[in-house]
């Protein structure tokens, strides 16, 4: 009985023991590979903005990440419609391969940033296309600069969710730059993971250039912005405002979307959200994708791209 | 470890230690829809017995207890969920034959140890929000040294997500050894429910229910405490305030 004790145990020791990582290391963020390739705009404050400009339309799609993304997070939107429209897809500064620095890091800074751009390239019949607090960039900047945009496509975006002032408060103190600059492996994993209703193979890449951005040299400007992007969204909340907004809003949830509402502060369901801050906006469309979660234009991106197509095209 | 006491007719030291490991996989079920945790733990040892003078090993010891859990996240949730638990301890009736291949845990010297708190069930195995452990069947899962083998299902669904959620599950448990005296092998089976709200931040309101009905190891007054007749079968309902503060 004991020695076949010891030798389960062994194993199980030797098996439960021996799970390492190596992850990938970069210089700077700007290592980090894409999809497509990355041009840069330099705008009059001196900001470079990064960005990837793919296919041909008379219209426009400028997609706007989410907090702690990047342009990449829209690869399969780009692809899947590209051949209809020109898609630009950027860092936000602070981000990615764009320039980095001691940035406000609110809404109303990046809802600039994105009308600088759409001078800088001289763009016309432009949507925007924002995921998250992307969306409520877009938002933000459909309140601000009414004459720049045709549409906006929002993707589970911030700002629908309502919160009280001592909730606020906990989003202002919750994050600090230091807790993003120390999340481990198994917390940024989770951290995607919950992201999705069931996490698809083909998002690791997300993963695992989190994980390598820590090595890189500007990667403290990363962290910085992630914590002043949140005080950003509960500084400026734009529900009060939705019914200002004059052009088409397509507004675009997933089902099981476990950020929104936030499930420590509010639970309940995405729907009641998504209703909730679509029925504010005067001309608005609302489409709930199935078994999907909040990162939706990536889990179910052919269901997203073609309700993009038939809205545009409406 | 060496303890010299004298509990009985003659002192002894006992030699013991402990070799065991645990491990989990996707703990938060957010990963993927599969959670898989679990432990083995071994008590390896012997005893000596000081007989007319003399320190003679007179019991060895090896025992082992082992956990398999497997959730699957079926829904949104963490608590749209289906969860199966299995546990083993191995079991003896006795010294007499010159071994011990029971478990042991830290409760035989009186601190918290083996006890089976996160199963799901109230009244088979301990559950955490009952402050008194010792009420359970199996209140350690060296069941008396007799072992067990046993195991918990339970189904966890969110009505409303992070909101609503409610539970039902079952439980069930058998010693590896007879209990002496007209015991038999059956510890009991359980049967379990709950439902929660999410008042707020960590702040919950939940009322419990369950019901066991117990086996034939309960006809034993070894079992019982000297009594031969089988107890009522227990049940309990209970509503908790939980607020975790910080």
């Given at each position: ?65 989410g ?29 990615g ?19 600088q ?5 001289d763009l ?47 989003f ?53 912005i992630?914590p002043?992007?949140?005080r ?13 907004l ?19 502060l ?11 801050g ?33 809205f545009?095209?409406? | ?31 993927d ?6 432990f ?42 289906i ?14 034959d010159?071994?011990y291949?029971?478990?042991l ?10 006890i ?22 199996v209140n ?24 609503w ?13 007879e209990a002496s ?11 379990n ?26 006809d ?7 009594v031969?007749e ?17």
């Open positions: 009985m004991k020695y076949v004790l010891y030798s389960v145990l062994v194993s199980v020791l030797l098996i439960t023991g021996c799970v390492s990582q190596r992850p990938t290391q970069v210089r700077t963020m700007a290592d980090i590979g894409y999809p497509f390739p990355v041009r840069q705009v330099v705008l009059d404050n001196d900001l470079s903005v990064a960005y990837m400009d793919e296919g041909t339309g008379d219209q426009t799609l400028l997609f706007i990440h907090l702690g993304s990047y342009a990449p997070a829209w690869k399969k939107n780009m692809d899947g419609l590209k051949n209809e429209f020109r898609c630009i897809a950027i860092d936000l500064p602070g981000y391969h764009s320039s980095k620095g001691d940035y406000p890091g609110d809404m109303r800074f990046y809802a600039d940033i994105v009308a751009l759409i001078h800088k390239l016309a019949h432009v949507t925007l296309v924002g995921h998250s607090m992307g969306g409520q960039i877009a938002v933000t900047t459909g309140l601000g600069y009414p004459e720049l945009i045709d549409q906006l496509v929002l993707v589970a975006p911030a700002g629908y969710e309502q919160f009280t002032n001592g909730q606020r408060q906990w202002r103190e919750i994050l600090t730059s230091d807790a993003v600059r120390l999340t481990t492996v198994n917390q940024i994993r989770e951290n995607f993971a919950t992201n999705f209703y069931r996490f698809p193979k083909d998002a690791e890449f997300m993963i695992q250039d989190r994980i390598a951005m820590r090595t890189a040299d500007d990667f403290r400007w990363y962290c910085d992630i002043k992007n949140v950003g969204m509960v500084n400026d909340p734009v529900y009060d405002f939705l019914p200002n004059t052009m088409p809003v397509l507004s675009l949830f997933g089902e099981y979307d476990n950020l929104i509402p936030n499930r420590f509010n639970g309940g369901s995405t729907l009641e959200i998504a209703r909730q679509s029925s504010r906006i005067p001309q608005s469309v609302l489409i709930m994708i199935e078994k999907a979660g909040h990162f939706v234009q990536f889990e179910k991106s052919d269901e997203v791209n073609a309700a993009i197509r038939g545009l095209k409406a | 470890m060496v303890c010299t006491d004298s509990p009985g007719a003659d002192p002894y030291q006992a030699d013991v230690f402990w070799l065991g490991s645990f491990f989990s996989r996707n703990e938060d079920m957010m990963w829809n599969w959670s898989v945790t679990g083995v733990n071994a008590n390896l040892g012997t005893v000596r017995q000081l007989k007319s003078g003399t320190w003679t090993k007179t019991v060895d010891i090896a025992g082992v207890a082992a956990n398999l859990r497997v959730n699957y996240r079926y829904g949104q949730t963490e608590q749209d969920a969860t199966l638990d299995a546990l083993y301890s191995s079991g003896d009736n006795g010294i007499e010159g071994t291949s029971g478990v845990t830290g409760n035989n010297w009186g601190s918290p140890g083996g089976f708190i996160s199963s799901g069930s109230y009244l088979l195995f301990p559950h955490g929000n009952v402050v008194n452990r010792l009420v359970a069947a350690d899962i060296a069941n008396r040294g007799n072992g067990l083998t046993g195991g918990t299902l339970n189904l966890s669904k969110a009505f409303i997500p992070h909101r959620y409610g539970k039902v599950g079952v439980a069930s448990a058998f010693s590896n050894v005296g007209n015991g038999g092998f059956i510890i009991g089976s359980e049967v429910g709950m439902t929660g709200l999410q008042l707020g931040p960590f702040m919950n309101v939940e009322l419990h229910g369950a019901f066991m009905s117990l086996g034939d190891y309960y034993s007054p070894a079992t019982n405490g000297g031969a089988r107890p009522a079968n227990p049940w309990t309902a209970f509503l908790v305030f939980k607020w975790l503060m910080f």
